[in-house]
């Protein structure tokens, strides 16, 4: 039975664009197979703890040598890969903030990277290959070529090099200039800002065509 991951990242509740298209594209995954099931995950409102010195090699800890704060940092580790394991699809809001991705994002990859979970311990070879990885990345600036911030988004750089050792691959649907409608200083980009994100939405309704039914 197809499965879908959806997670979200995003601390601007309902005034989120990148809610507003992971809920666009889950409602299309959820017509495309509706025998289907959802595991969702609310990075912005329930972050994972970040890896510390006295939790970073709690994987390599015996077990029954393992402080409390290390067996429940293990837990989650483990829970965060089973919910990737689990999946045929996932689905992740990927807000810009700093020019970077949202430190819980950060938190939730490093809990993903793991040697004995994610990573074959003897040949080192990523085990969560072959899932369809969706990205549904929003930006408030514009960093497209040839723009003064050209480069600028480092979340949409650092993502695919953080996920590469676990064998995944995401691919991203970008929508920029999301803040031009609550920012005056951006007013005159607005029209390109609703063309983008209109770009974004249609490539969405074409992740998963009637074809797909099955």
Same mark, same amino acid.
């Given at each position: ?23 666009? &594209? ?64 996932? *689905? ?44 549904? &990345? ?38 920029? *200039? ?33 074809? &797909?039914?099955?």
């Amino acid at each position: 039975m197809p499965h879908l991951l959806h997670i979200d990242s995003s601390v601007q509740g309902a005034t989120s664009v990148s809610r507003r298209l992971t809920a666009r &594209a889950a409602a299309a995954w959820k017509a495309a197979y509706p025998d289907g099931t959802v595991t969702y995950r609310d990075l912005g409102k329930d972050p994972l703890p970040h890896i510390v010195p006295s939790t970073v090699y709690s994987g390599a800890v015996p077990v029954e040598d393992r402080t409390s704060e290390q067996a429940a940092s293990w837990a989650l580790s483990q829970e965060v890969f089973a919910e990737v394991q689990a999946a045929d699809t996932v *689905l992740l809001g990927l807000p810009v903030y700093n020019f970077g991705a949202p430190s819980s994002v950060k938190a939730w990859v490093d809990h993903l990277i793991a040697l004995g979970l994610s990573i074959d311990p003897e040949t080192h070879e990523g085990l969560l290959g072959g899932r369809d990885f969706v990205v549904l &990345a929003t930006r408030g600036g514009g960093y497209a070529p040839g723009t003064p911030r050209e480069g600028w988004d480092h979340a949409e750089q650092w993502l695919p090099h953080g996920v590469a050792m676990a064998g995944l691959t995401p691919r991203f649907i970008t929508a920029e *200039l999301t803040l031009a409608k609550v920012n005056p200083a951006m007013a005159d980009l607005i029209p390109l800002a609703d063309k983008s994100l209109a770009a974004a939405e249609q490539s969405i309704d074409a992740l998963w065509p009637a074809s &797909a039914l099955a």
